[in-house]
């Protein structure tokens, strides 16, 4: 069974950079892409974007396109989103998704969550 | 930008019934939408892709239809654990993949 665990919650100040990690298990082959999606509280779903960890290929939305970075390290089957000049709307759930067809996400992380306060 | 507008926000059903949950696009998308189920303090969980296709291990009580513009979910006999809320997202036009701000079913 493919499983994705995300690293824990995270309280950070605004202007700050936070880093959450994304580990895959279960999944023998590395031809996957990992996306990251933010769910703001009470809020609906924003794809944020993804990287390819077999080339390191990344393809970001608009959104936070200088401001998210993520990469990949295929060993140990881990990706990484970096979010930096945080702002208190940035407070969300971030969750990792699993894709091997750049089209739906299946299976996905548990989330993280990232509180921005002062 | 795609973007996805699901009616209505609010839909109050009784266990036992039929729910239909509406997801539309601002401009075709052929077949290329998925639905996702998430509970409270849960991740999204993948019900239906191209459309029409249940994803591994979904009830049967669970279709998707439609295509260009237009698609609709339906759950043919609501269980108390339908109760949740349902994301429609697009990948015909991407970056940015988009989803709809989403329907909460609760129960009537």
């Known amino acids: 069974e493919v499983q994705l665990v995300q690293s824990g919650a995270e309280v950070k100040k605004p202007g700050a950079t936070v880093k959450i990690s994304c580990k895959v298990s279960?999944?023998?082959?590395?031809?996957?892409?990992i996306y990251w999606v933010q769910q703001a509280p009470g809020k609906g779903l924003e794809w944020m974007g993804l990287v390819h960890p077999e080339d390191g290929e990344t393809v970001y939305a608009e959104k936070f396109q200088g401001r998210v970075t993520i990469t990949a390290d295929t060993s140990p089957d881990t990706t990484y989103m970096e979010l930096s000049s945080l702002r208190s709307e940035d407070t969300a759930v971030y969750y990792c998704?699993?894709?091997?067809?750049?089209?739906?996400?299946?299976?996905w992380g548990q989330g993280t969550l990232v509180t921005v306060s002062s | 930008e795609v973007v996805m507008t699901q009616s209505p926000a609010t839909l109050s059903v009784s266990p036992g019934e039929r729910a239909t949950l509406s997801c539309r696009a601002s401009?075709?998308?052929?077949?290329?939408l998925a639905w996702y189920q998430q509970m409270p303090g849960q991740a999204p969980r993948l019900l239906i892709y191209d459309a029409s296709t249940r994803a591994t291990g979904i009830p049967a009580r669970f279709s998707g239809s439609g295509s260009g513009t237009e698609f609709t979910l339906t759950i043919s006999s609501l269980q108390s654990e339908d109760f949740a809320i349902y994301y429609c997202q697009q990948y015909n036009n991407w970056p940015p993949h988009t989803f709809g701000q989403g329907t909460k079913l609760e129960i009537k």
């Open positions: 279960g999944y023998t082959f590395i031809d996957y892409y």
């Open positions: 998704a699993l894709t091997t067809t750049r089209n739906w996400f299946d299976p």
């Open positions: 401009q075709s998308v052929s077949r290329n």
